[in-house]
Each structure stands twice: as C-alpha cells, then as structure tokens.
C-alpha cells in the first residue's frame, strides 16, 4: 500500500459527460502528479501540483482540468468526455516538489460509453 | 513528447537467473531516470532511480545502469523470483527541479518457476 488512495476505483459515463476523480496524497507529501494510462499510449504525464498551485503541465487536454485544495487533496475533472478518453487515471505523490521518489495510488479505472 | 522506448516488449526468464531490461532514451539533456515496477492491477511502483553524474547504481537486487553516450538504460535484476513478474517502465526528466516526467512503452517480464 503506498499510501495514495483514489476515488472511484472504476466510473462507467457517457460521452459528453463530465467527471470528477479524487485524489488524497500520502500524508506529508505536498506534491500530486495525475497521469493517465491508456493501451496505446502508455503512461502520460498530466499535471503536478505543489502546495496548492500548478507545478509543472504534461499533456494535458483543455477540457481537462485539475486542482489541489489546502488539504492537499486533488481532483482532475474531465468534461466533455470522448471514447478515446477511456484509460486508467493514476494519481502520484511526493514530499518534493522536484525530483525524489513518487508514491503512485491504485488508479482510477474510466470507461466512456 | 521525447521518446522513451524499449527494446523488447516481452522477456521471459527462468526462476533464479538474473534479468536485464533496457530502455532507450532520446533526449540527451534528460539528467534524471527512474525505473518503475507495475504489477496487474496496480498502480507503479518505484524500484530505482539514477542521475545523469552518475553511471551505475545498486539497490537491493536491482542495478541501474546509465550509458549517456549511446542514451542507454538498463535494469539489472538478480536472482529473479516469481513476485518479480510485472511490467517494468523506465521514466526520463529534464532536470532534477522539472516534473515532466516521459515514460516509456514498458517490458513485461515473465518468471517461468
């Protein structure tokens, strides 16, 4: 257990739709990182947060979009979902804001319908 | 993005023999390298990390080896065992303070009993 939790394990939409995924860092870590994980492409950079404001951006689609609260928890919101968008969504931590060992949670699985 | 890829997608190995994974890496000003573990149904996990001012680095069972003048990459694993098969990425960033991390595609490896 790394100590990242994820919600939902799994959310079954619709295209068009929007979603919410949730992320809670392990505890002390101020950085969240969002990756994305599909068949085709691998494991993909998103987003990093650090102490609440955006580090550093990957591959980031606009209708995607992400924010750290002072709790340090994160949420990626995906909107105007396509079928291409299906793909397992990771959420990672770390003490660090730059370098350092990154502690990945379980993932969330999406399915767009 | 940079292009992190692996030379073989699949590698089968025998129980107690010693695994080499290797990655290739395109950006030469990458300075900082990560090797990850996935087991099915699980998020990564951290194995071995290796900086660019260095050109080999030991962990319990897994060697890192960096080669900066043909961009090269290698996991060494020793002695593999069963609860090493999984899919093993190597991950590239451009500097120690810049969270763009670039994943490659992934080596599954297989540990026949």
């Known amino acids: 257990d790394s100590g990242v939790t994820q919600t939902p394990k799994h959310l079954i939409t619709a295209t068009g739709q929007r979603v919410t995924l949730r992320c809670s860092p392990r505890?002390?870590?101020?950085?969240v990182y969002w990756y994305q994980q599909s068949l085709d492409q691998g494991l993909q950079f998103l987003i990093q947060y650090y102490n609440g404001e955006e580090r550093a951006k990957g591959n980031i689609l606009e209708r995607f979009s992400a924010q750290q609260f002072p709790d340090l928890h994160s949420e990626l919101n995906l909107s105007s979902l396509e079928l291409g968008d299906s793909a397992l969504y990771f959420c990672?931590?770390?003490?660090?804001?730059?370098?350092?060992?990154?502690?990945f949670g379980p993932g969330t699985r999406l399915t767009v319908t | 993005g940079e292009s992190v890829g692996l030379h073989l997608p699949t590698l089968s190995v025998q129980e107690g023999d010693n695994s080499i994974i290797n990655c290739a890496y395109s950006?030469?000003?990458?300075?900082?390298f990560i090797w990850y573990k996935q087991e099915s149904g699980k998020g990564p996990q951290f194995i071995i990390d290796i900086r660019s001012n260095m050109d080999k680095r030991q962990g319990q069972r897994v060697t890192v080896l960096l080669n900066k003048t043909v961009k090269h990459l290698s996991l060494q694993i020793a002695a593999t065992q069963p609860g090493d098969s999984a899919v093993y990425f190597c991950a590239e960033k451009k500097g120690y303070n810049f969270n763009k991390f670039y994943f490659g595609s992934g080596t599954k490896l297989n540990v026949k009993p």
């Open positions: 505890s002390g870590d101020l950085s």
């Open positions: 950006n030469s000003a990458s300075d900082y």
């Open positions: 990672a931590s770390s003490e660090l804001a730059g370098g350092g060992e990154q502690y």
